[in-house]
């Protein structure tokens, strides 16, 4: 029995209020513990397609599902579990500059809080333990009580991955996490993402403007041109002339 998806977008749409679309008519599924690599120019509707996810974005139409529940109406208390499961790592890593790494880390854990004990940093020994292990994870614990703006751009991304592991994922959503980073460290964070994939099996759904690094990195890679769907396919049947093409004919629009 083939396992469900764990997620699914059903005759997706997003329209702004100023007109703008933003998706059109989206359907796929998404297998639970896939590395996807959504492809594109700027503005084709990569960032929308991931905040509905964990719906920072709302939809104008359709349904998306998450393990098999529908996720539209979500409000309060359900949005908040449902938020608790699905981390997001940007591409500028909003970190608080002025705060050491080990509270960063923390942050992760602030919805399992009431505000007045993660503002006065009430954590427990648990989860304190918990913040070093995810360092850990990222090859960063010696930098523990180092200040986020003390750390390079790569190490700062690292940091953000570890605080997206304190919520336990199940998903983590990825938007152009190394589009500010040199060729070093992205391929840092693009690894530590890969292994946190495959040893833990965590779906992630990266957006990345390069073709050599969603062929280097993703089982399966979709294309998306103003809004729409217009590439999906496996990484074994991925060409570079394929990307290339959707970004020409992108650029033509």
């Known amino acids: 029995m083939t396992q469900a998806p764990i997620i699914s977008f059903k005759g997706v749409n997003k329209i702004y209020s100023n007109g703008t679309v933003g998706l059109k008519d989206i359907s796929f599924d998404i297998p639970r513990g896939q590395f996807l690599v959504v492809v594109g120019l700027s503005g084709a509707g990569k960032s929308t397609l991931l905040r509905t996810i964990n719906r920072m974005h ?21 949005l908040r579990l449902l938020r608790r499961k699905i981390g997001m790592i940007f591409q500028g890593f909003n970190l608080i500059n002025r705060s ?19 503002l006065c940093g009430l954590f427990s020994k648990a989860d304190r333990e ?15 009580y180092t200040r986020a703006d003390e750390l ?16 336990d994922p199940k ?8 589009a500010s980073l040199d060729p070093l460290t992205t391929a840092t ?30 089982d399966r890679i979709i294309g998306l041109r103003a809004g729409q ?16 093409k959707i970004y020409a004919e992108g650029a033509e629009a």
């Open 58 to 78: 709302e939809i104008t139409s359709g349904e998306i599902t998450i393990e098999e529940e529908p996720i539209n109406d979500y409000k309060g208390q359900s």
């Open 229 to 244: 769907l217009v590439y999906d396919q496996p990484i074994a049947a991925v060409t570079e002339a394929d990307l290339n």
């Open 100 to 118: 050491s790494v080990e509270r960063n880390v923390l942050s992760g854990r602030v919805s399992y809080y009431p505000t007045w004990k993660t």
């Open 130 to 144: 918990m913040a070093v292990r995810s360092l850990q994870r990222v090859n960063l614990a010696d930098k523990l």
């Open 152 to 167: 390079s751009g790569g190490q700062q991304q690292r940091v953000a991955i570890a605080r997206t592991l304190m919520q």
């Open 171 to 178: 998903i983590i959503l990825a938007d152009e996490p190394v």
């Open 189 to 218: 964070v693009m690894d530590t993402l890969q292994r946190l994939n495959r040893e833990d099996g965590i779906t992630v759904i990266v957006n990345l403007h390069s073709v050599a690094l969603a062929r280097k990195y993703a």
